[in-house]
């Protein structure tokens, strides 16, 4: 056996076994090893030492094998505080974090003396969990043992305010400290970030003193995910400017960016760096990478090679093949986007289960090629195989799905007994479909609604695209009639906008905008073009030559 040929026979007491199987666990290799020392450990009686049990434990936390740690944990009498700090640590970074802080209120009613240790670790498990509560009584508990205080627990203090929402909380935590490093300042940048407050995160961005890769990586996600993007992509180029060594997580954020600004060049540029660089080509490329490109590959048209990006991923989870769905989805490929769904559903796997974001694109897919019966089917499986409740999201895609479909009946009986209160984006959909089929009576009934339930503002589209049925029908009084309606409740709709790259720019274009230095090119092409459309036959709707933008 392992241990009788690594012991010399005359060697072969208490003390000595204890040291040479500690020396074991810390040049085991695989949990398979580990477990055939565990068996020694517990032949030879060690189950209550403390310093072997730690070294043992280690390798099953790493692993996420926290129910065969947990079996052994239970069985020691008296775990000491680095024991009780290791499996605390290992639940605070798994499924199910709120397990750490059970285990925190169990060892305070032990012999173990918690140290800063156990208060990091926990604090971390509820920064992860979002057990906000809870973290606010381990604070509490700290700041009766003020030594314990020093700059790695005030640091999971800032962290947990960030992550749970106390934004204010961390701001109070952060100046109250005496001593910050780099993640101090990561940790609080985040809470900004995170609570979308983009001007004051960047701010404190420029006050770090020493910016490393998450630094910058938490400003460029930060601000795309604010619908900042051209920002994001501009600190992008400034970290490269400053040669700042970024990482696959910093291009993921990039990417996204990308993806909201059709940045095509940039994006392809992103692909080549990471398969072609020497700074990656010995580090496995992330899932979450994978998954960006194919969303940003399907965001910018090229659908196609977003499908080559999933064909060629080495692993998938459920991102992966929702941004695929919804990426066909979106490009108008319903048959292929329903197609791969059904490969989702034969694929098994507890990492590949369609979630509600993989639900809305195959309900979109539905929506938008007719598909009625089958947007029936799928909507009764989200719940009944997939135990997913449907959200007011997918009851939107479904009365648009109805709508476009001229089941107008069927639409509103939705929307009628849903089992939450109609938004802005369900009647909405309504409407689209009374545009689509020229059913003014019931836009009239839904733009009603609109009038009552949303501000100004947010009904500005809706009155909009009402003017405009009428104008389709040559209602011109009730054009007026809703013209003036929208004067008197000062409603204005913001232009519309739209963004190409060209030559590695964005370029953005309102409608009727004139301030672009290329604009008389740009309508030239444009009348052109429409002269040429004209000739092949194309005839523009009353409600496409409409004033109201």
Known sequence: MLIEESVPAKQRGSRARQQRLFSLLQSCKSIKQITQIHTHVITNGFTQKNFILVRLLSPFLTSYSLKYADQIFSQVQSPSTTLWNQIIRGHARG?????????????????????????????????????????????????????????????????????????DDARTMFDEMIEKNIVTWNSLLFGYFRNGDVDEGLRIFDEIPDKNVVSWTTAIAGCTKSGRCQQALELFRLMQRLNVEFDQVTLVAVLSACAELGALDLGKWIRSSVVES????????????????????????????????????????????????????????????????????????NDVRPNEITFLGVLFACSHAGYVNEGYRYFRCMKETWGVEPRIEHYGCMVDMLSRAGLFDEAVMLVETMPMKPNEAVWG?????????????????????????????RAAGYFVLLSNLYATDKRWQDVIITRQKMFGMRVKKPPGQSKIEADGTIHNFLSSDLSHRHASSVYEMLNLVTSQAKLQGYQPSISEEELIV
């Open 95 to 167: 499924e199910n974090p709120q397990k750490s802080v059970e285990l925190f209120n169990q060892m305070e009613k032990s012999t173990a003396m918690p140290d800063g240790y156990t208060y990091s670790y926990v604090l971390n498990g509820c920064a992860i969990g979002g057990l906000f509560r809870e973290g606010q009584q381990v604070h509490g508990k700290i700041l009766k043992s003020l030594s314990l205080l020093n700059v790695f627990v005030q640091t999971n203090l800032v962290n947990l305010y960030s992550t749970t929402g106390g934004r």
């Open 278 to 349: 020497s700074q990656f080509r010995n580090e496995p490329v992330l899932v979450s990478f994978y998954n960006a490109l194919i969303h940003m590959y399907a965001s910018c048209g090229e659908i196609e090679e977003a499908y080559r990006v999933f064909e060629g991923m080495p692993r998938r989870n459920s991102v992966s093949w929702t941004s695929i769905i919804t990426g066909f989805a979106k490009q108008g490929y319903a048959h292929e986007a329903l197609t791969i769904f059904q490969q989702m559903e034969s694929w098994g796997g």
């Open 429 to 457: 959909a309504l409407l689209g479909g009374c545009k689509i089929h020229k059913n003014l009576r019931l836009a009239s009934s839904v733009a009603q609604k609109l009038t009552v339930e949303l501000e100004p503002d």
